[in-house]
């Protein structure tokens, strides 16, 4: 009886691992694709975007995975929660003057129309990015 309730004991735990690796595995794919929008956006290294990531999602105390989705959906709509999108340009910021020589155009995503509590992204003619909250005129600089 004690085999069996053994073997019923292991089989639960495995499936419970097998779930968690499930979830780390899509957990993983998103910030691998976060990684990728930060670094087209903002010429940033892989490194450099890895750090910018975790910075967002300990200054505003989000998930990194929910950081790293909400960032895949600004690269899809433009549209980018006020909260991530101050702690982003701040990440960035801070990350930026650390590297050697120009970077590319740091905003290459296309205009979008930002919903309530969304930062909207347009390109200026000179390709410079700017984040404008709906509704007013402010301007925040992309970089």
Do not use: C, F, Y
């Amino acid at each position: 009886m004690t085999d069996q309730k053994d073997m019923l004991d292991k089989i639960t735990a495995l499936q419970r691992e097998v779930e968690q690796l499930r979830r780390a595995l899509v957990s993983h794919a998103v910030v691998d694709q976060a990684i990728g929008v930060l670094r087209a956006v903002h010429g940033l290294g892989g490194q450099e975007s890895w750090v910018v990531l975790q910075q967002v999602s300990q200054h505003t105390n989000i998930k990194l995975r929910k950081v790293a989705t909400a960032i895949v959906r600004w690269a899809e709509s433009g549209q980018l929660p006020d909260t991530i999108a101050s702690a982003l340009h701040k990440a960035v910021s801070a990350t930026v003057p650390a590297r050697p020589g120009p970077l590319l155009h740091r905003s290459k995503l296309p205009p979008h129309v930002g919903g309530p509590g969304t930062r909207r992204r347009a390109l200026d003619p000179a390709g410079v990015g700017t984040a404008t909250q709906p509704g007013s005129s402010r301007t925040l600089s992309a970089h």
